[in-house]
């Protein structure tokens, strides 16, 4: 089946740990996306990547980082830098970067301070 | 910078109901406009997706419709059914999104 996975589904961190969650699209997509989705809010850009090897900052990336090696591959890590990083993490990806191309979903991942 | 608005935050309609959701955006100059259903717990489902150039687009009981003259997208979902409750967004670009309308269907 084509899509988006994200794993794992459920994360539990504890203060002061980075934790690393996975985002693996094999619909062979050159953009990934990372947002983030606060209860009854929208979703926040973290960050995105138009092409391997390149990536920018959203409107809320401090806190978080991000590597692009891979196509199909586009992981986001939470630094113990990011105070209030319990929420639910969404990875998204397009055919490209352009504004004419439709975005798809993976099913989320849910992180939890502990 | 773009605003989203979905109007309204949550709606709640008797089955077999037709229904109007509302997406204003502020900045007028987008390319396409996406909508979305979220199912609680889970990632967003793509809808529908209206190209600049269009002014309407279809798939079954959904049919969108985009005004980028005055920054509105409305999503109208005709004899709405249990199965259609869930979250709907909008984002007149990928990089923002509504807070979305919640829609309960009751039987």
């Known amino acids: 089946d084509g899509g988006i996975t994200q794993s794992p589904k459920y994360l539990f961190r504890k203060e002061g740990q980075n934790v690393t969650l996975s985002c693996e699209q094999n619909l062979n997509h050159d953009a990934m996306y990372w947002y983030r989705q606060d209860p009854g809010q929208g979703l926040r850009l973290i960050y995105y990547?138009?092409?391997?090897?390149?990536?920018q900052k959203g409107d809320i990336a401090e806190g978080y980082s991000v590597s692009r090696e891979k196509k199909e591959s586009f992981p986001l890590t939470v630094t113990s830098a990011q105070k209030n990083p319990t929420a639910f993490y969404l990875c998204?990806?397009?055919?490209?970067?352009?504004?004419?191309?439709?975005?798809?979903f993976g099913q989320g991942t849910r992180l939890t301070v502990v | 910078k773009q605003e989203v608005t979905q109007i309204p935050a949550a709606l709640s309609v008797p089955e077999g109901e037709n229904l109007v959701l509302n997406c204003s955006f502020t900045?007028?100059?987008?390319?396409?406009l996406q909508w979305f259903r979220q199912d609680p717990g889970k990632g967003l489902t793509s809808l529908l997706l209206?190209?600049?150039?269009?002014r309407e687009q279809t798939s079954g009981r959904l049919n969108a419709s985009l005004d980028k003259s005055s920054g509105r997208s409305t999503l109208y979902i005709a004899a709405s059914q249990p199965g259609d409750s869930a979250t709907y967004l909008c984002?007149?670009?990928?990089?923002?999104f509504g807070k979305g309308t919640k829609l309960t269907v009751n039987p």
């Open positions: 990547s138009q092409i391997v090897n390149d990536f």
């Open positions: 900045d007028s100059a987008i390319y396409n």
């Open positions: 209206i190209q600049s150039s269009q």
């Open positions: 984002a007149p670009e990928k990089l923002v």
């Open positions: 998204a990806s397009s055919i490209g970067g352009g504004p004419n191309t439709e975005a798809f």
